[in-house]
């Protein structure tokens, strides 16, 4: 069945252009569990096949990203932590991500914005956080663009390579995505690096303004 389900959404891809792309990477950028995987690397081939431009793929599949993350950031603005909290578990949200994307907000605002964009699991879920905590807007839109163009761009080289090299992977999408997640394994190795080297400097920083402030 959820082979299927991954194949229809595919072929929705094909059928619809960049507003498909669109809509699902905007489904992909809410709590909806819709894998990227299966929405932009398709598209990218394609366009290598010339049914699409390559950087309009980009680009359909960079602001349906923002448009998912909007509409989330408003919900969870307008709702608010309590019946998030409340109700989330309905929406493939319970407690323990809320909480885990919360604390990633409180701590680190707009750099976790862009690099929860680059990361499994949080990606879809930080926007509710930051509307939730009344995160200015224009900001937290600057760097879920920045975040969701990276992994578009990124996403779409890979779909051009990997499925130039074996298009088979058209045909099975349950393959696409574990060749896919295994290649961009290194992408997410090196984002947790600079996330980790991000949050040293930052540390050290808030060290030493904290020690010259009793200074």
């Known amino acids: ?7 229809g959404w595919m072929q929705f891809v094909h059928d619809t252009g960049y507003f498909g792309v669109f809509i699902m990477m905007a489904i992909e950028s809410t709590v909806f569990p819709l894998p990227s995987e299966v929405v932009v690397p398709p598209a990218a081939y394609w366009a290598s096949q010339g ?4 950087w309009g793929v980009v680009i359909a599949s960079t602001l349906g990203s923002w448009f998912g993350s909007a509409a989330s950031y408003l919900v969870a603005r307008r709702l608010g932590r309590p019946l998030i909290l409340k109700y989330g578990r309905f929406f493939f949200l319970p407690e323990k991500k809320w909480l885990l994307a919360e604390e990633w907000i409180q701590r680190y605002s707009t750099v976790g914005v862009f690099f929860a964009r680059l990361l499994p699991v949080v ?3 930080v926007s509710l956080p930051a509307g939730a905590a009344r995160m200015k807007f ?3 839109t600057l760097s879920t663009l920045l975040g969701s163009f990276v992994w578009s761009w ?8 990997v499925l130039g090299s074996d298009p088979r992977l058209l045909t099975d999408p349950d ?3 574990h060749v896919l997640k295994a290649k961009l394994m290194w992408l997410v190795i090196g984002v947790v690096v600079m996330l980790v080297a991000y949050i040293g400097v930052d540390l050290l920083g808030r060290r030493w303004r904290s020690e010259h402030g009793r200074g």
């Open 1 to 7: 069945m959820l082979h299927s389900l991954f194949a």
């Open 51 to 54: 049914a699409f431009s390559f």
């Open 123 to 125: 990606r879809h879920l």
């Open 138 to 140: 224009v900001p937290f």
């Open 154 to 161: 990124v996403l779409a080289r890979f779909g051009q390579e």
């Open 175 to 177: 393959a696409l995505i």
